[in-house]
């Protein structure tokens, strides 16, 4: 089992951690006993910090709130009565959206940066992570570099190795850190209108991206999760599949934590028959399509691609979305309106998307469902931290082969242009994450990728309809951005209008910002400051 550290505190700390956490010391912990609004406040707080949920709620949260009265306060009180209620509803007679109507937020510390990937699998669940970008890994828990330290590798005859390795990676990383913030200021010097804190946050923000890819994929990370038992139930079941030892064991502390607070719509995930039955289906298809792959393409050697490739599309998804614009206003066949709708001309189709979308003011105006009915799908070759914040798009399906170091490493310009030393500092880096990896694969094939720096490169595949186009593509290219995956969704917007040929669409998502970004902080820190100044 993996070690976690626990943090310790004073007897009135732990006195009120009580009353709204499911636990003291263990990494996963439900919130109880809190309004929903605090729940969300600490969660948005939690992505930009490198404290606990635990102790951030102690430090910020708990002087804001009227505590005096909870003293009293038990969790599991009326538990066994809801008990009885669901489960002539739910486990007796299996209506599983009940299960749909009772959610938890579960804070979920200490995972490393492969199993954050399997955390956030799910499209009915609601995720918030520690961001790399706000926080610096140069710092340590319990006095040791933030990495997981897989009980299996360690009790291998590469545990020391594994131990010295990441380390050195963490010792280039901090080394690295206070070099690129130096570079960040002679390159960008402070504007006059600018305050010290908001020139500092850019700064560190710009210094943070270009040292990020560094890290191995082994770096810890605490995840925020929001979802129903439903979801909870079918994440747990692939976790209990997962071939990653740690998702297999973190699912059983989570399934614990649960337990405690929606015990009945997670009564079927250990039941032999029902839970520990689809588990072993997942397990089994997995294996069964790996043999397959293996045995049919084993020796294949990669094609040279783009970064970035359209690999399907629907050539009259234009006329497609115009006629679902259509549809709900009238009263005809569908097939109907797709047959006039071919015949119109320029202006006419340009009223029906001007009337349709109407007057965006800011990318958070979004059109209707219409953009549902064409989709696009993309093979993408991106360094694993660009992959790591596109991932967390939910609606779109999205799919990745294991992260090994085969398919190379993107140095940041930022690194590059840092001078030699550093250039050669970083290549060292991924020299010896390459390395590690390589020492690891044939013994621990499942935890080899956490020798592997978020540098290097990942294949993914990503389908996705025009609104969850939309929706993404304008997030992720806004200036504050950061540049790995800018690069990414510029260019999937440029497909979609010059090789899909769908202008139109392209057109729509006036929001995407194709320009380059010196100082990507910088705009946001100004705004974050004038609204801290109005209120």
Same mark, same amino acid.
């Given at each position: 089992?993996?070690?976690?550290?626990?943090?310790?505190?004073?007897?009135?700390?732990?006195?009120?951690?009580?009353?709204?956490?499911?636990?003291?010391?263990?990494?996963?912990?439900?919130?109880?006993?809190?309004?929903?609004?605090?729940?969300?406040?600490?969660?948005?707080?939690?992505?930009?910090?490198?404290?606990?949920?635990?102790?951030?709620?102690?430090?910020?949260?708990?002087? #804001?709130?009227?505590?005096?009265?909870?003293?009293?306060?038990?969790?599991?009180?009326?538990?066994?009565?809801?008990?009885?209620?669901?489960?002539?509803?739910?486990?007796?007679?299996?209506?599983?959206?009940?299960?749909?109507?009772?959610?938890?937020?579960?804070? @979920?510390?200490?995972?490393?940066?492969?199993?954050?990937?399997?955390?956030?699998?799910?499209?009915?669940? /609601?995720?918030?992570?520690?961001?790399?970008?706000?926080?610096?890994?140069?710092?340590?828990?319990?006095?040791?570099?933030?990495?997981?330290?897989?009980?299996?590798?360690?009790?291998?005859?590469?545990?020391?190795?594994?131990?010295?390795?990441?380390?050195?990676?963490?010792?280039?990383?901090?080394?690295?850190? =206070?070099?690129?913030?130096?570079?960040?200021?002679?390159?960008?010097?402070?504007? =006059? /209108?600018?305050?010290?804190? %908001?020139?500092?946050?850019?700064?560190?923000?710009?210094?943070?991206?270009?040292?990020?890819?560094?890290?191995?994929?082994?770096?810890? /990370?605490?995840?925020?999760?929001?979802?129903?038992?439903?979801?909870?139930?079918?994440?747990?079941?692939?976790?209990?599949?997962?071939?990653?030892?740690?998702?297999?064991?973190?699912?059983?502390?989570?399934?614990?934590?649960?337990?405690?607070?929606?015990?009945?719509?997670?009564?079927?995930?250990?039941?032999?028959?029902?839970?520990?039955?689809?588990?072993?289906?997942?397990?089994?298809?997995?294996?069964?399509?790996?043999?397959?792959?293996?045995?049919?393409?084993?020796?294949?050697?990669?094609?040279?691609?783009?970064?970035?490739?359209?690999?399907?599309?629907?050539?009259?998804?234009?006329?497609?979305?115009?006629?679902?614009?259509?549809?709900?206003?009238?009263?005809?066949? #569908?097939?109907?309106?797709?047959?006039?709708?071919?015949?119109?001309?320029?202006?006419?189709?340009?009223?029906?998307?001007?009337?349709?979308?109407?007057?965006?003011?800011?990318?958070?105006?979004?059109?209707?469902?219409?953009? #549902?009915?064409?989709?696009?799908?993309?093979?993408? @070759?991106?360094?694993?931290?660009?992959?790591?914040?596109?991932?967390?798009?939910?609606?779109?399906?999205?799919?990745?082969?294991?992260?090994? =170091?085969?398919?190379?490493?993107?140095?940041?310009?930022?690194?590059?242009?840092?001078?030699?030393?550093?250039?050669?500092?970083?290549?060292?880096?991924?020299?010896?994450?390459?390395?590690?990896?390589?020492?690891?694969?044939?013994?621990?094939?499942?935890?080899?990728?956490?020798? %592997?720096?978020?540098?290097?490169?990942?294949?993914?595949?990503?389908?996705?309809?025009?609104?969850?186009?939309?929706?993404?593509?304008?997030?992720?290219?806004?200036?504050?951005?950061?540049?790995?995956?800018?690069?990414?969704?510029?260019?999937?917007?440029?497909?979609?209008?010059?090789?899909?040929?769908?202008?139109?669409?392209?057109?729509?998502?006036?929001?995407?910002?194709?320009?380059?970004?010196?100082?990507?902080?910088?705009?946001?820190?100004?705004?974050?400051?004038?609204?801290?100044?109005?209120?």
């Amino acid at each position: 089992m993996t070690t976690y550290f626990a943090e310790d505190w004073t007897k009135r700390e732990a006195d009120i951690l009580r009353r709204y956490v499911s636990n003291l010391d263990g990494p996963v912990f439900a919130l109880v006993n809190l309004p929903e609004v605090v729940k969300g406040a600490l969660f948005a707080r939690y992505s930009r910090t490198d404290k606990s949920l635990r102790r951030l709620f102690l430090d910020e949260f708990v002087e #804001e709130l009227e505590i005096d009265g909870d003293a009293g306060i038990d969790a599991t009180v009326g538990v066994r009565r809801a008990e009885e209620l669901y489960d002539k509803v739910f486990y007796e007679y299996g209506d599983d959206s009940v299960a749909q109507l009772g959610g938890v937020h579960l804070a @979920c510390e200490q995972a490393s940066n492969l199993l954050t990937k399997v955390l956030e699998w799910g499209r009915l669940m /609601s995720y918030l992570e520690q961001s790399t970008r706000y926080i610096g890994y140069d710092s340590r828990l319990g006095g040791r570099y933030r990495y997981l330290r897989d009980p299996a590798v360690l009790a291998s005859p590469l545990g020391t190795r594994y131990i010295g390795d990441l380390d050195r990676l963490f010792d280039t990383y901090a080394a690295l850190l =206070p070099r690129m913030t130096d570079w960040a200021r002679d390159r960008y010097p402070k504007e =006059p /209108s600018d305050s010290d804190f %908001v020139y500092r946050q850019s700064i560190r923000a710009k210094a943070l991206d270009a040292v990020r890819g560094v890290l191995p994929a082994a770096s810890l /990370s605490n995840v925020g999760i929001y979802g129903t038992g439903q979801g909870y139930e079918a994440l747990l079941l692939r976790m209990q599949a997962h071939p990653l030892p740690e998702a297999r064991a973190y699912g059983q502390l989570m399934l614990v934590e649960l337990r405690k607070v929606i015990p009945s719509f997670l009564r079927r995930v250990d039941v032999a028959e029902r839970g520990g039955a689809w588990a072993d289906y997942l397990a089994t298809t997995r294996r069964a399509v790996d043999e397959v792959a293996e045995r049919l393409f084993g020796g294949d050697v990669p094609a040279t691609s783009p970064e970035v490739e359209l690999i399907d599309f629907d050539p009259d998804g234009e006329d497609k979305m115009l006629a679902a614009m259509l549809y709900a206003s009238l009263s005809l066949p #569908e097939s109907q309106i797709l047959d006039r709708v071919r015949t119109l001309g320029v202006d006419d189709r340009r009223a029906i998307v001007d009337a349709y979308v109407g007057n965006r003011a800011n990318r958070r105006h979004k059109p209707g469902r219409a953009l #549902e009915r064409l989709s696009y799908r993309f093979d993408v @070759c991106s360094d694993y931290g660009a992959f790591r914040d596109l991932q967390r798009h939910r609606m779109l399906t999205i799919d990745w082969q294991p992260l090994t =170091p085969y398919l190379g490493y993107v140095m940041p310009e930022a690194v590059a242009e840092a001078g030699a030393d550093t250039r050669a500092r970083f290549d060292d880096a991924m020299a010896r994450s390459a390395s590690l990896y390589e020492a690891l694969v044939d013994q621990l094939p499942a935890q080899a990728g956490y020798a %592997v720096s978020l540098a290097y490169r990942v294949r993914y595949t990503m389908q996705l309809n025009a609104r969850e186009a939309m929706h993404m593509l304008e997030l992720r290219t806004t200036p504050q951005g950061h540049p790995a995956y800018r690069q990414v969704c510029q260019e999937m917007h440029r497909l979609i209008a010059e090789q899909a040929g769908h202008h139109t669409v392209a057109a729509m998502m006036r929001f995407v910002d194709h320009n380059e970004t010196a100082l990507e902080r910088l705009e946001s820190e100004r705004r974050a400051e004038q609204r801290r100044q109005v209120t």
